[in-house]
């Protein structure tokens, strides 16, 4: 039974949205499936891993009259399409229970599952908050701050992103215990205060499928679910239960050292002095003196690098260690040609912003060296 004949890449353009949520090895064989069906709105691609989903309408396809669904395995589907020519024209029919893909002189025959036994999340009852804003707004906020989320803690509430909604604004917020980015976007239109944490895995996938478009998104939060809605996408996941810290208490309100950079060339100096920085520490120096900044980095082998920026500065001297790391993550993570750094003492956080945006803050623990 003949199902779709399309271009190759109207086949890999909804693939490639679905299967970076497929995880390689899966005790349930069908989660390293993909789901096609023939809806009456077209033709769906699904994928989970039973806590996040995502599915998009394929389109530019010549389609069965027949509805039809099955499950295949993902990547290998993603795969054979991608080593296939870009201009090819590609067949999928089902025969004798398998999945037979054609294209030219080649031929694929791939293990299919019934699609009733995929596992679909159910859209959780109970009161529900909409936003919609720009694909561009929310790409950038998740931009600003999602590189501060943690990775596996035992803080399981630290490995996800605060999405907190209330006024006119939309915040995010990420931390990992030793450093917090919080951006901030407006709305069109006040909504009631809400507050989920959404999973650092659907974070970094809704990162990378949105758009740096003026084309909406809609973000609508349920007691357990969050539901993000775009183009022809829908990425549906759980929500990380548990308690947040209180990100408006760690970020500081008036430290007196205040020191202008040059966000690149501040940030090729890290760089080129964390050569040298011991590789479990990652451990830099700060000296601020009168209209200088120092980067110091030394290790075991008792080597050490030094850079040095011309500023402006008259407050008084200041010698301060961070993990090198975490200031170049947030440097190389903003596009503004120049940051704020505000300091107080040696064993108080330092405050990076952005000068003329008070929707940017990004909070960094010192260390000692």
């Known amino acids: 039974m003949l199902l779709i004949e399309a271009d190759r890449d109207a086949l890999l353009r909804p693939l490639q949205a679905v299967t970076g949520i497929v995880e390689r090895r899966h005790t349930l064989q069908i989660l390293?499936?993909?789901l096609i069906e023939r809806a009456q709105d077209g033709t769906r691609f699904m994928a989970t891993d039973l806590e996040i989903q995502v599915s998009t309408l394929a389109h530019?396809?010549?389609?069965s009259a027949k509805p039809f669904s099955l499950t295949v395995a993902a990547r290998k589907l993603h795969d054979i399409l991608r080593a296939l020519p870009e201009s090819a024209q590609v067949v999928l029919a089902q025969e004798d229970g398998r999945l037979q893909v054609r294209s030219g002189r080649s031929?694929?025959?791939?293990?299919t599952l019934p699609a009733e036994d995929f596992p679909r999340i159910a859209e959780s009852a109970g009161e529900e908050l909409s936003v919609r804003l720009s694909q561009k707004d929310l790409r950038r906020g998740l931009s600003l701050v999602h590189y501060a989320m943690a990775q596996q803690d035992i803080r399981y509430y630290l490995n996800g992103l605060l999405l907190v909604l209330g006024g006119q604004a939309l915040k995010l917020v990420a931390t990992d215990g030793h450093r917090l980015a919080f951006a901030a976007t407006g709305l069109a239109a006040a909504v009631e205060a809400r507050e989920v944490i959404v999973p650092r895995k659907a974070v970094l996938e809704v990162l990378k499928l949105l758009s740096d478009s003026e084309d909406e998104v809609a973000i609508t939060v349920r007691p357990n679910q969050v539901r993000f809605a775009f183009g022809p996408v829908v990425l549906v996941s759980k929500v990380v239960d548990g308690k947040f810290p209180d990100y408006q208490r760690v970020i500081p309100q008036a430290h007196p050292k205040v020191v202008e950079l040059p966000r690149l060339s501040f940030l090729q100096a890290l760089s080129r002095a964390s050569i040298l920085s011991s590789d479990k520490i990652r451990g830099v120096r700060l000296v601020l003196t009168a209209d200088s900044l120092r980067v110091i980095c030394t290790n075991n082998e008792q080597e050490e690098a030094q850079e040095e920026l011309a500023v402006s500065y008259s407050g008084e001297p200041l010698d301060i260690g961070f993990n090198v790391a975490y200031l170049?993550?947030?440097?190389?993570?903003?596009?503004?040609?120049?940051?704020?750094?505000a300091f107080n003492d040696p064993n108080s956080s330092c405050l990076v912003t952005v000068?003329?945006?008070?929707q940017f803050k990004y909070v960094v623990m010192p260390m000692r060296i």
Not at 60 to 63: A, N, Q, S, V
Not at 107 to 111: D, K, V
Not at 328 to 341: A, E, G, I, P, Q
């Open 32 to 34: 390293s499936n993909v």
């Open 60 to 63: 530019g396809l010549k389609e």
């Open 107 to 111: 031929r694929f025959s791939l293990q």
């Open 328 to 341: 170049m993550d947030v440097l190389s993570n903003l596009s503004s040609d120049t940051v704020r750094c």
């Open 355 to 358: 000068p003329g945006d008070d």
